[in-house]
T-cell receptor
Framework: NAGVTQTPKFRILKIGQSMTLQCTQD?????MYWYRQDPGMGLKLIYYSVGAGITDKGEVPNGYNVSRSTTEDFPLRLELAAPSQTSVYFC?????????????FGPGTRLTVL | QQQVKQSPQSLIVQKGGISIINCAYE??????FPWYQQFPGKGPALLIAIRPDVSEKKEGRFTISFNKSAKQFSLHIMDSQPGDSATYFCAARYSSASKIIFGSGTRLSIRP
């Protein structure tokens, strides 16, 4: 099993550009999450999904969109990149049903918006 | 509004010493308290977790102490090793939700 994979690993965007961060998991997990990590700020939840076709906002959803058409994939879309979106983005997945609460994280995407 | 408060922000411990990281929460609806460990350039990974019906859980050199009445929990790393140098996040999960709230993280450095 590859676990949770994310692409790209690094990306530099200009202000106003758009891009999609890809996330795929091969553990047949129903739950998937997108976080951003800023220095000293911990992990902030952007969006999450409890299954294909179902998504919901987290703590910091503004400027982002998601879709969940399959169990495996959960892409994150930035429509108009802003410097405030410079961050490291992590995708995670979990089985979701107690006691299987562990979230498995991908290696992250480091995004810089200039 | 920070639902899970973590301290200290950074910590330096001598090799062989005890590392202690503290977290506090407000919401009594939390029912699952994991700790995640993150090495530089990697995603976080689950280290150890506890439910509020027990006061302590130990796995090897790592122990979670849980004080339900004070709404506090802490991670103790005994005999700290340079390989333990990482960022540690406490977290809490709502009993009725599928998401967890993370603390702000503690950067731990173990001096050889």
């Amino acid at each position: 099993n590859a676990g949770v994979t994310q692409t790209p690993k690094f990306r530099i965007l200009k202000i106003g550009q758009s891009m999609t961060l890809q996330c795929t998991q091969d553990m047949n997990h129903n739950y998937m999450y997108w976080y951003r990590q800023d220095p000293g700020m911990g992990l902030k939840l952007i969006y999450y999904s409890v299954g294909a076709g179902i998504t919901d906002k987290g703590e910091v959803p503004n400027g982002y969109n998601v879709s969940r058409s399959t169990t495996e994939d959960f892409p994150l879309r930035l429509e108009l990149a802003a410097p405030s979106q410079t961050s490291v983005y992590f995708c995670a997945s979990s089985h979701g049903t107690p006691p299987y609460n562990e979230q498995f994280f991908g290696p992250g995407t480091r995004l810089t918006v200039l | 509004q920070q639902q899970v408060k973590q301290s200290p922000q950074s910590l330096i411990v001598q090799k062989g010493g005890i590392s202690i990281i503290n977290c506090a929460y407000e919401n009594t609806a939390f029912d699952y308290f994991p700790w995640y460990q993150q090495f530089p350039g990697k995603g976080p990974a689950l280290l150890i977790a506890i439910r509020p019906d027990v006061s302590e859980k130990k796995e090897g050199r790592f122990t979670i102490s849980f004080n339900k009445s004070a709404k506090q929990f802490s991670l103790h790393i005994m005999d700290s090793q340079p390989g333990d140098s990482a960022t540690y996040f406490c977290a809490a999960r709502y009993s009725s939700a599928s998401k967890i709230i993370f603390g702000s993280g503690t950067r731990l450095s173990i001096r050889p």
